[in-house]
């Protein structure tokens, strides 16, 4: 069972990043929560990892600090919600803000989070109210690394794009939100900035 990776970023692209331990590349999941904290490509990396077994698949989810992966893992116990929900509300949210929303029963706050209905949020809240207080909610990952490589815009447009639609987004509204982050952001060539500034500007809909 992996339960960390220490190595180096051998690839980024969407909410898929590739880290070569000794010479052995491991596709890891992530949100873009911790994609944000990432370094260039080639730079040192370490991830807590999430180890889903199946009998025909073995799938690693990766987050930069444990606060985010005990908060998936809860979130996997929930009736109803699997990874790529999980992954969405990490994406949107800071543990924090997810430990106030459940907190508080905020089940509006919730439902903005693409593929969690209103049935999900009200157990969500249910079940983990609890158990949410165990996690440290103090702990932030507000710092950004800069994108390594300055690739053409419409390159990392698509990427931005691609990144949405795997979180539960419609093309359409992903493509506009993508378009309008780029417009105004000044970094077009930082990925995973894109892709949280376009999250932002969906979640408040």
């Known amino acids: 069972m992996i339960a960390r990776l220490s190595g180096t970023l051998a690839h980024a692209e969407a909410n898929i990043v590739i880290v070569d331990v000794g010479g052995v590349g491991y596709k890891v999941t992530v949100p873009v929560s911790t994609l944000t904290q990432l370094g260039a490509v080639g730079a040192a990396v370490v991830l807590h990892i999430h180890t889903a077994v199946r009998e025909d698949d073995i799938a690693l989810y990766g987050f930069s600090t444990i606060d985010q992966q005990k908060a998936f893992e809860l979130l996997l116990s929930v009736t109803g919600i699997g990874p790529k929900v999980a992954l969405s509300i990490l994406s949107g949210m800071e543990v924090s803000a997810l430990a106030d929303a459940v907190a508080a029963g905020d089940v509006r706050t919730l ?94 809909g």
């Open 111 to 204: 439902t903005r989070v693409p593929g969690l209905g209103p049935k999900n949020a009200q157990r969500l809240v249910l079940e983990l109210r609890e158990k949410m207080q165990l996690i440290a909610f103090d702990r932030r990952a507000d710092q950004q690394s800069p994108s390594k490589a300055r690739l053409p815009q419409d390159v990392i447009l698509a990427d931005v794009i691609d990144g949405l639609i795997n979180l539960g987004y419609n093309r359409n509204d992903a493509r506009k939100a993508a378009e309008r982050a780029m417009n105004d952001t000044a970094d077009k060539s930082n990925t995973a900035t894109l892709l949280r500034a376009s999250l932002g500007l969906l979640t408040k």
